[in-house]
C-alpha cells in the first residue's frame, strides 16, 4: 500500500478506491515476483533434491522389488515384515548402541576441552588448531589412520599396551569393534562441539562468576551451579544434533570393519547400502528402514525446535 | 577483600602474590591438561605419517621405529603414479568447489528473500527448510538414485554438483545473517531507487561477505568429505572422487598399509593448507550451529 501511495505521489489525492486496490494489487504482484526470483533457483532444488527424495522414501517403501525396475505395491508389509528381515533389526540395533555410547562420550569430552580452552590464557589458538583438526577429516581417511591404531601386530594401540606389558587386544573382533567405532566417533567430533562450547561459554555473564567466587564457590559448584544450568540449552542442543549425526554413521564402518566381523557394525544407512546395491529385490525393506530413520530424525528436529523455541526460535 | 586480610597478618602486597601464584599455578595445570589431550589427538596423525614413510617390512617390524629415517618415498611414488590419486584430488577440489560458487548464489539468494521480502508461503517454505534441515543423504539414497538415474545424470558431474544444492542449511544461515544487517543502509537505497536486486547486489552481498566466506568453508568442508552420495552416483573410474577412490584402495587389491598410510596423509593436505589459512572461518563452523536454532 505504502509503495502504491509512493509511487503515485503526485496524483495521490485524485486516486479512486477501485484504481487504489489495484494499484495495489500490482505492487504486491511484482514482489511476489520479485521473492520468487530470489527464493526460487535456490527452492526448486530444495524441492527436486530434498522435499521430492523424502516423500519418494514413503512411496518406495510400500513397494517391492529392485531398483533397476519391475517393482510392485505392496502395502504396508515392509514395515510388518521388518521385524522379521535378515540384518534389519540388527542394524537399528547397532546404531542405537554406537549413538548411545559415542554421543555421551563426545559431549562430556568437549564439554571438558572446553572448559580448559575457555579460561587459558596464552596459547588457545594452537590447541584449538590441533583439536579442530581432526574434524576436519572425512570419515573414509579417519577409518583409513584407524586402521593404524587398531591392527594387531603393529597399531598403535597394541604398541603401548606391549611396551605397558599389557597382552594385546584384538580392537576389531566382534566384542569390540562397535566400541571402537564410536570412539572413532569421538576423535572425529569431539573438536567440534568443544569449539562450540568455547564460544557458549565465552559468551556466559562474568559478573555472576564473580559473585560466586566472591561467596567462596568452589570451581566445581561453580561448574555445577552456574555453568551447566546456563547452558542447559545449548547442551540440549548438542544432544540432539549430535545424535542425528550418530545416526548415519556410515563411510567409517564400511572402511574401518566392513561392518563386521559378522554383522557387528553394519549400521541403518550401511544395511540399507546393502539392500539396495548389494542384495536385489530389497528396495522396498531399504525404503522402510530408511524411513524409520527420516521419522526418527525428523521427531528429534521437532522436539529441538520446540523446546529451544520458547527464546530464540522463529521470528 | 585485602582488608579482610590484615587481621590474619599478611599484607595485601603478599596476599596479591599468593592470588598470583595461586592462578599461574591453575593456568599451568590446564596447559598440562591441554597438551596432553591434543597429544592423543594428534598421535595417529603421526603414526600414519611415520607408517607412510617406511617400506613394508618396516611398517610391521616392532617395535616400531618412531623416526622415519632414511625415509622411503616408494608408497608416495606407488599413490601418485600407479592408482588414481590425483585424478580423484581433482574431482573432489572441482566437484567441492563448483557446489560452494553456486551454493553461495543461490543461498543469498534465498536468504534475501527470506528475509527481506514479504512473500505468501514464506514462512511455510522456512519451516520447511528447518524441519528437513537434518535429514541426510545417506537416508535418502532410494529416491535420489532413482530419481538421478531417471534424469538419465548417473555417472556424472551433473549427478555429483546438483543434489547437495538442496541442502536448506546455507539459505536458513543467511537469512539469519541479512536480518542481522541495519536496516537504515537499505531503506535508503530503496529511496534513492535501487531495485531489489540491486540492493541484494550492491548492499547486502558486500556487507555480509565474513558470512559467505563461513558459509563457503562449511560448504566446502562438508562436500570434500561426503562419501555415501559420490559412492553410489558414480560408477565409472575417471569421476571418482577422493573419499570414493581411497576407500576402494581399502577395498580392493588386498591388504597394502603402505599406499593406504599415504593417500590418508596426501587426502589431509588440501583441508590442512585450507585450515591453516582460513582458521577463524573453520572454527566458525561450529557457531554456525547455534546459528541454527
Redesign the interface.
Known sequence: MATAELANGVTRLRLSPGEHRRLARRARLR??L??????G???S?????????????A??SSRAGS?FGGTKFVGLDNFTSLPGVVGAGSAIANTMIFAGISVPLILVGALA?AL??A???H?G?V???????????????A???????T?V??G?FN?VL??FGAMPVTWLGADHALVVLAILDV?RN????A??FV??IIGLPTELYQAAELDGASPFARFRHLTLPLMRR?IF??VI?ST?WGL?V??TA??LT?GGPGTATTTV?YR??LF??ASNNK?GT??AI?LV??VA??A???VQ?RV?RSR???? | MADTALPMNIGAEDHARLRRRKRRRTELARHAALALITFVMVAPFYYVFLASLKNATEIFSYPPKLVPFPPYFGNYEKLLWDTGFLRWMFNSLFVAGSVTTLKIFLDSMAGYALAKIEMTGKRVIFMAMLILLMVPIGALIVPLWSLVSGLGLIDSYWALILPPLANPLGAILMRQFILGLPKDLESAARLDGLSELGIYWRIVLPLIKPGLVVLAVIIFTDQFMSFIWPLIATTSDDLQVLTVGVAALRAHGGANYGIWSASAVMSLIPVGVFFFVLQRQFLARSLAGALKQ
Do not use: H
Not at chain 1, 190 to 193: A, L, N
Open positions: 514482489r511476489e520479485t521473492g520468487w526470483m530470489f527464493l533457483p535456490m527452492f532444488f530444495f524441492l527436486v533434491f530434498l522435499v521430492l527424495p523424502v516423500c519418494g522414501t512411496w518406495w531398483i576441552v580448559l580452552l579460561k587459558i590464557v596459547g589458538a590447541y584449538r588448531f590441533l583439536v579442530y583438526f581432526p574434524v576436519l577429516v572425512p570419515g573414509v581417511v577409518a583409513l589412520i584407524w586402521l593404524f591404531l591392527n601386530d603393529f598403535l604398541t606391549k611396551a576423535w569431539v573438536g567440534y562441539w569449539m562450540f564460544a557458549a545449548i542442543f548438542a544434533v542425528i548415519q556410515f563411510d564400511l572402511v566392513n544407512i540399507v547400502w539396495v546395491f528396495i531399504a525404503a530408511s530413520l527420516i530424525i525428523l528429534l528436529t521437532l525446535m529451544l530464540r526460535g522463529i521470528e
